[in-house]
């Protein structure tokens, strides 16, 4: 079946880039995205990309894609304190009308 | 544009009493329609998605149900809560294409007591 994994916590300095992986399972996932959920609040779309690109740029968001891997990263270039949210992972499984999220990797910028 | 509205924001229920919370969709025609929960600290939970009015997939089995009595009107329901019930809960939408992403509404909080 459809499996998205993350790591759970990650701990950055402002300023400094942040890296979040994720890892998927269905090969034949058309779409991945990114998004982010600050307290209390519902989930904000980040970023996607198509399954046949290996990277996307969105100003301090890269997007970098290993299909052989199934390996999905998110790079936040310069992080600030407003950056502090849980982001999630989610593909879109071919057939399927719907999403597969991770768990979330809270990422806590400090000082 | 399009807009979704989720309500209430939080709900205090005690167990064995109904649910019932309601979600709509502006801006947009025969949307997919999604109920997602994420219990404290854990990711999402897939529960109900539709892709038409009066069709409901279920995800996994429990004592929720969910109906679309409408186009643009998502709706879950219980007769009876749980105290595992407990949880946010994300009604979503996309459209019906294959690059469309999901749009989240604001999210209930609902506390099982």
């Known amino acids: 079946g459809e499996d998205v994994e993350q790591s759970l916590f990650l701990s950055v300095r402002e300023g400094d880039s942040s890296v979040i992986n994720c890892t998927y399972t269905?090969?034949?996932?058309?779409?991945l995205y990114w998004y982010k959920q600050e307290p209390g609040a519902g989930l904000q779309l980040l970023t996607y990309i198509f399954s046949n690109m290996d990277m996307k740029q969105d100003q301090r968001l890269t997007v970098l894609l290993n299909k052989k891997d199934k390996h999905l990263s998110l790079r936040i270039a310069d992080t600030q304190t407003g950056d502090s949210a849980i982001y999630f992972c989610?593909?879109?499984?071919?057939?399927?009308?719907?999403?597969?999220f991770g768990a979330g990797t809270r990422l806590a910028v400090h000082p | 544009s399009q807009t979704i509205h989720q309500w209430p924001a939080t709900l205090v229920q005690p167990v064995g009493s109904p649910l019932s919370l309601e979600c709509t969709v502006e801006g947009t025609s025969n949307p997919n329609l999604y109920w997602y929960r994420q219990a404290a600290g854990r990711g999402l939970q897939l529960l109900f998605y539709s892709v038409g009015i009066g069709q409901i997939s279920s995800e996994v089995p429990q004592n929720l149900s969910a109906s679309r009595p409408q186009d643009r009107q998502f709706i879950l329901s219980s007769k009876k809560l749980l105290l595992s019930d407990s949880g946010f809960y994300l009604c979503?939408?996309?459209?019906?294409?294959?690059?469309?992403?999901?749009?989240f509404g604001n999210g209930t909080r609902l506390t099982v007591t």
């Open positions: 979503a939408w996309r459209e019906q294409r294959e690059v469309s992403p999901l749009h």
């Open positions: 269905d090969s034949s996932s058309t779409y």
């Open positions: 989610a593909e879109k499984s071919g057939g399927y009308n719907k999403l597969i």
